[in-house]
């Protein structure tokens, strides 16, 4: 779950959406295959996004397009996030069409370390995990500004939608949960008590996501259990890009956000259907 400043983030998805250009080989109502466990054909790296692990030497050499330089590889056909070539920085995996009204699937893995979890925060709502690393996440962004977190719940990480918004509600200033997800699903709620509900995550296992979002209304389900049934409708005349079509990505796990812990996300069985 990282924390951008709309404008830039913004910036960053419409200059992808520019270079990918609309969805145009993925008819209405057929899956296409985004990921046929052989190779990332079908994705590029997302413009002026990325980040790279705390401490680590600054990129050298011009930004690469290519994944299996930005730090994405396959490995038993699998997709698995890695460390990024000598002088480039990690990148987040974006197709390479454009998609508005769509239903998208892919089965994910993370990475888990530590032991001693809290949602709780601090008086500057940092976390309070003793151990850093529960902390460790990751995300599938699509449209221009929806994040399907991909955490874990006990560190207050749900696998929940998060939008970057300066309301009431938000923490850190600007992120808000759409909906807690695996958390129970409430919408605009955060550090709700969790162990009310059923845990739907598997622990260093598969795990499959499903992501409807036609028109206003966004679903997603987990382990083929609905998680989040929302409407969202943007007003903001900064948020009007928010309603086009966009590239759909996995975002490169944050190491700063989790002490600097160099876990991965795998993701396999990747495929998307336009709506």
Not at 6 to 26: E, K, Q, R, Y
Not at 131 to 145: A, E, K, L, M, V
Request: charged share 25%; with cysteine.
């Amino acid at each position: 779950m990282r924390t951008f400043r709309l404008p830039m983030f913004a910036a960053a998805v419409a200059a992808a959406t520019l270079a990918a250009g609309p969805s145009l080989s993925a008819q209405a109502g057929q899956w296409k295959v985004l990921f046929d466990g052989k190779d990332l054909s079908q994705f590029t790296i997302l413009a002026g996004g990325g980040g790279g692990r705390r401490g680590a030497p600054a990129p050298t050499a011009p930004p690469s397009a290519n994944p299996t330089d930005r730090g994405w590889k396959v490995e038993t056909g699998v997709i698995t996030s890695t460390a990024p070539a000598e002088g480039q920085r990690s990148g987040s995996l974006a197709t390479k069409d454009s998609y508005k009204d769509f239903e998208f699937e892919t089965e994910f893995m993370l990475a888990e370390s530590g032991t001693r979890c809290t949602p709780k925060l601090g008086p500057k709502q940092e976390n309070l995990s003793e151990d850093r690393p529960c902390t460790f996440n990751s995300g599938i962004y699509f449209r221009n500004g929806y994040q399907l977190n991909l955490g874990r719940r006990e560190a207050g990480e749900y696998i929940g939608v998060v939008v970057h918004r300066q309301l009431p509600e938000a923490i850190r200033g600007n992120v808000d949960w759409l909906s807690t997800g695996d958390c129970g699903g409430r919408n605009h709620v955060y550090l709700q008590d969790c162990d009310q509900f059923a845990k739907l995550r598997k622990v260093n296992d598969w795990n499959k996501i499903r992501i409807r979002f036609q028109g206003t209304r966004l679903q997603v389900w987990l382990n083929d259990v609905q998680i989040t049934d929302v409407t969202d409708d943007p007003t903001d005349p900064a948020e009007a890009s928010w309603k086009d079509a966009a590239p759909i990505w996995f975002q490169t796990p944050p190491a700063g956000e989790s002490g600097g812990f160099a876990g991965y996300i795998k993701h396999r069985n990747v495929r998307v259907r336009a709506l």
